[in-house]
Each structure stands twice: as structure tokens, then as C-alpha cells.
């Protein structure tokens, strides 16, 4: 394989994955287990080379790295531009110290919003990666997972943004509550997940939260039923503020995105969905390729 330009890095809490990169065309790919939850701060150098070093020459190969590996508990920290702005910034890199010589490693900044307090690292790059492929988006982006980001988008610069923690309350309301007892994984139930939606954006989730547990004592509830009525619920009250005709672009791919275009559907929001898996890719391509 030819000497790469460039090696991209998407450093998460779980994962580490690089690409060896001739300008904005991929030479080879690579992955770990090595996520920045594992490593100790003298640990993130040797585990770049150990996936990496087959692909350095003799000379300095720039690292453009994003996401938790800028974190506080991160090879170093990078500090948060302030929106409104653009989602990346070549000009705002955070350059990191080595022993090995060959490395020239950079770190993407992350994003914060004072009032209300926010911040976002990772995601900053899937937007930019985004709007390099569709620069006149205007609308909402939002991003499902543990954490949803609701990110408003005018003229390529991130206005403000939200984080919505509907994944981690799902979890917890399934797993360590009295709601426990009555939910089930199971098939899909789009109509038990409809009801959940239309609840919870009205404004009833919390008042409802509890009829979960009261169907199954009272009735003969469906456990798998309820378990989508509450996922209905969490997503309704997420979405309750989005205001109608929103165009929004939901990033992402599997049965959770499916779930927030049912549910943006229902709330007659304008949405469809990207496949986020090649965004942070074309993100840091983008960044490299304006600094270059």
C-alpha cells in the first residue's frame, strides 16, 4: 500500500477506528476494541500505532482524530467552540505531543452552548460531514442514541442545540424500575408505540409513566405492547417542541431511526433519514481538506 496523506480517527468511548487516507479516497481501514473507557492518558499513543504504524513512512503523517478521545479523560482535552458557528473549524485543532516522531496527531474540537448549558463532542463531525454533502440543509438534524442531539442548522452554522437523555431513560425505566415487571422485548407494536407517541407529545408522559405498571395489575396487558407504548412515550415528549413542517433529518440507521420517523411522521414533521456510518469520515475528509 502507498504511504497515506493523512490517517482519519474516530476515537469513541468504546471504539477506535482510522482509515488511511490519499486526499478524500480511502487506502485502507482499521479498528479496535481500544476506546477511550479503557486507556489510561499514556496508553493512547501506543494504541494508535498498534493499529496504525503498518501504514507510516519515514516522514511526519498528519492524525486527524474526533470524538471522546478530546474528552477530559482523553489523550488530551480539547476545548469547546461556542455556537453559534460552524460545526468544524480547521483553525480550532488542538495539537497533541508524541514520542513518536512520525505522528503529527490533532484533535477536532467539540461544541458547547452556554444558556442552556450544552456540549457535544463527536457528533460536531457527522454534521459537517453531513451539510458537505447537503450544504443547504436548513432545519433540524437529530441525532438518536443513549443521548439524542436535536442540532438547529441555518446557513451551515449550528444556531443551538439540545440533548435529549430518551436512551438512558428508557434503559433505566426497563431495567432498574417497578416498570421492569411489565415491559418484554418482543415484536414491534406500532400501535401501542403510536399511542405512546400521541401521549407523550401532548404533554403526558410522567402521568402516564405509572398506568405501564397499574395495566398489567389491573388488566392483561401486553409486556412487549407496553414496552413500545413506553418508547412511544419518551420519543413523544422529545419531539413535543419541534414545531410542525419542520424539515428534520434524523442520522443514523436500524430499527431506533425507523422509530423516530414513525414518530416525526405521526407529529407531521418533514423527515427523513441519513445513514451515519460514512459521516465522520467525510467530516474530518472535509476539516483535512481545509487546512490542506
Not at 479523560?73 to 455556537?83: H, L
Not at 444558556?115 to 458537505?132: H, K, N, S, T, Y
Not at 436500524?254 to 407529529?267: E, K, S, V
Request: overall charge negative.
Amino acid at each position: 500500500m502507498q504511504t497515506p496523506d493523512w490517517i482519519a480517527v474516530d476515537w469513541g468511548t468504546t471504539h477506535l477506528r482510522a482509515w488511511a487516507m490519499k486526499g478524500a479516497d480511502v487506502l485502507a481501514e482499521a479498528h479496535s476494541d481500544q476506546g477511550m473507557g479503557k486507556l489510561e492518558r499514556h496508553q493512547f499513543e501506543p494504541a494508535l500505532l498498534a493499529l496504525v504504524e503498518g501504514w507510516l513512512g519515514q516522514g511526519v503523517t498528519p492524525v486527524l482524530a474526533c470524538g471522546m478521545v478530546g474528552a477530559r479523560q482523553g489523550w488530551q482535552e480539547a476545548p469547546y467552540r461556542r455556537v453559534p458557528c460552524g460545526p468544524v473549524d480547521a483553525a480550532d485543532l488542538v495539537q497533541v505531543e508524541t514520542a513518536d516522531p512520525r505522528l503529527d496527531v490533532q484533535i477536532v474540537a467539540g461544541l458547547a452552548q452556554p444558556d442552556p448549558a450544552d456540549v457535544m463532542r463527536g457528533e460536531e463531525v457527522q454534521i459537517a460531514g453531513f451539510l458537505a454533502q447537503q450544504p443547504e440543509f436548513e432545519g433540524l438534524i437529530l441525532l438518536p442514541g443513549t443521548h439524542s442531539k436535536h442540532v438547529w442548522i441555518k446557513g451551515g452554522t449550528v444556531t443551538r442545540f439540545s440533548t435529549h437523555m430518551t436512551g438512558e431513560l428508557f434503559a433505566l425505566l426497563c431495567q432498574h424500575s417497578i416498570l421492569r415487571h411489565s415491559v418484554a422485548e418482543g415484536a414491534p407494536q406500532p400501535d401501542a408505540f403510536a399511542l405512546g407517541v400521541r401521549t407523550g407529545a401532548n404533554g403526558q408522559a410522567l402521568a402516564t409513566l405509572f398506568s405501564i405498571r397499574a395495566s398489567g395489575l389491573v388488566g392483561q396487558a401486553d409486556p412487549v405492547a407496553e414496552r413500545a407504548r413506553l418508547s412511544g412515550l419518551l420519543i413523544g415528549a422529545e419531539l413535543a417542541d419541534v414545531p410542525s413542517g419542520t424539515p428534520v433529518t434524523v442520522i443514523g440507521s436500524g430499527a431506533l431511526t425507523d422509530l423516530y420517523l414513525a414518530a416525526a411522521a405521526q407529529l407531521d414533521l418533514n423527515a427523513t433519514a441519513q445513514d451515519g456510518a460514512n459521516l465522520v469520515l467525510a467530516g474530518l475528509t472535509q476539516i483535512y481538506l481545509q487546512g490542506a
